[in-house]
């Protein structure tokens, strides 16, 4: 397992068909899971470690962000990753960054419409970590379903030959989303996060049954969130999963989406897919036991 | 010499070092001269042929492009290009692009001025080309300069492993410089535009005479200019080479640029470089004989 710096660095070590997991380091099981599906596909597996400034719209959020590069290189070799690249802040941005990559409309409603730009600073790095590693595919959590769309479209968009992959929210066992954000959570907080996705499972059980509007959907979600009111909800939206446009009626693929502010400094999301083309749906994969994030002072396999 | 009309063959197709010549077509010795240069540094050199509707914002100009791609192909090959990639307009924009590239500040004055949203049909354009066909030196005109300056920009600050290479105007014996929109002057028109190249010379003797005050190249010019009523100037302007940012006093490398109109409806520009700091003027390189834009039938070396 190397740890490289550059992206010159990178793009000579990579051999064979490359994949590519960009993430913002402190990793936990959602970022592994995608380790290990690339890990099972791609002949070089390469970790992208980098918290963009570019994406954060609040000062705070990026200074508080968690960061242990020594144990995600542990956790990422642990899980078949060949390369951590860990680029520094001047690899990645050499220069005062005029150049930005803008996806409009996908990335125009929900979190758009609350981090200003956010946007724009995510398509950007991800351009630049797929034009300057190459990889053939490359790995994302469906926790961040805007996102999975903006970048699937930026992608293809860009003429880029990359071929992105989402896989499904991985959760705590009582329900959770993981996200590299809760650790900052205090165990009361924790407690009240809880109603995020107890009020995603009611919308998806109630979509089981056949509800198809989203003002019911979301209205299911909103009934649970407000039994919390430490818990202060941004956005519930039904949106289109491949364009993000929110819509009234699910009649395809689609997601369930929720932005909220827990206590007073964290932001979190969540989702669930729902189809209903298929009638299926998918609220992500649950840990059997407590999360490495939470867990003991070994976070090896 | 092969023709492929899609990203997927490029690739499979390349091999070595790769050169990239993007093009509108209707080539003329200025891609010619690009050609030769690809053609001896690349193993593989590709030109693309491709009008981008991205980057007009006039209907009528990008209606009244010229194209001929069998003669395109036939002096590519010549001139020893291994591939003329045109892809079709579904194979560029398979939708509705979403996705686009801005360069702030190097795309905003002059061209950028003029000419809405130009810069950035041609950043996401290039973008496309090179995430696409993944070059390794791509070779473009110095008589877009400002262009020149903003694909520099886009590619390194995207990551992009592409070395971008500007090369001398290509001009007419009589100084003109070539474009393939020189083919839509009339002859009166053609001669009107002549003070164009004038201009500039006059400008950049003055520049060799040890005038470095914009404002006095910019005046020298106009002068010119002047003396030709059917000749209506867009702007003249001293910007700096790397950033395009307009400046008052040339101290480093820089060009003198200008936008005009011709008759009624022929929009030209030209320019020169000025480099104080070595006290050198590149006017671009003249043609012994006629260009082949007015030569005869058989355009093959």
Redesign the interface.
């Known amino acids: 397992m190397k740890v490289l710096h550059t992206?010159?660095d990178v793009?000579e070590f990579a051999q064979g068909s490359v994949g590519l997991v960009p993430t913002m380091g402190y990793l936990h099981e959602g970022h592994l899971a995608l380790i290990d599906e690339a890990a099972e596909r791609c002949e070089t597996v390469i970790v992208s470690v980098f918290v963009n400034p570019l994406q954060f719209d609040d000062a705070t959020d990026l200074d508080t962000y968690p960061d242990d590069l020594e144990r995600d290189v542990e956790l990422a070799s642990c899980h078949g990753a060949d390369v951590v690249f860990a680029p520094s802040l001047t690899e990645?941005?050499?220069?005062r960054?005029?150049?930005?990559?803008?996806?409009?409309?996908?990335a125009d409603a929900m979190e758009g419409e609350h981090r200003r730009d956010h946007f724009v600073g995510v398509?950007?790095v991800v351009?630049?970590?797929?034009?300057?590693v190459?990889p053939d595919v490359a790995y994302f959590g469906r926790k961040d379903a805007q996102q999975l769309a903006v970048v699937t479209?930026?992608a293809?968009?860009?003429?880029?030959?990359v071929h992105v992959v989402g896989l499904p929210t991985v959760r705590e066992s009582d329900g959770l989303a993981l996200s590299s954000r809760n650790t900052r959570l205090t165990p009361s907080e924790r407690h009240d996060a809880l109603t995020l996705s107890q009020g995603l499972f009611a919308a998806a059980r109630l979509f089981g049954e056949g509800e198809r509007r989203s003002a019911a959907l979301e209205a299911a979600v909103r009934d649970v969130v407000i039994g919390s009111p430490g818990v202060q909800l941004e956005y519930v939206t039904v949106a289109d999963a491949s364009t993000a446009a929110p819509i009234v009626t699910v009649t395809g693929p689609a997601f369930l989406a929720l932005a909220a502010r827990v206590g007073s400094s964290v932001r979190l999301i969540d989702n669930v897919f729902i189809d209903a083309s298929t009638g299926t749906v998918d609220t992500g994969v649950k840990l059997d036991g407590p999360s490495i994030l939470y867990g003991g002072d070994d976070p090896c396999c």
Chains 1, 2 share one sequence.
């Open positions: 992206f010159r793009r990645m941005y050499p220069t960054q005029r150049t930005t990559v803008t996806v409009a409309e996908v398509a950007t351009t630049k970590l797929f034009s300057g190459r479209t930026m293809a968009e860009l003429s880029m030959p």
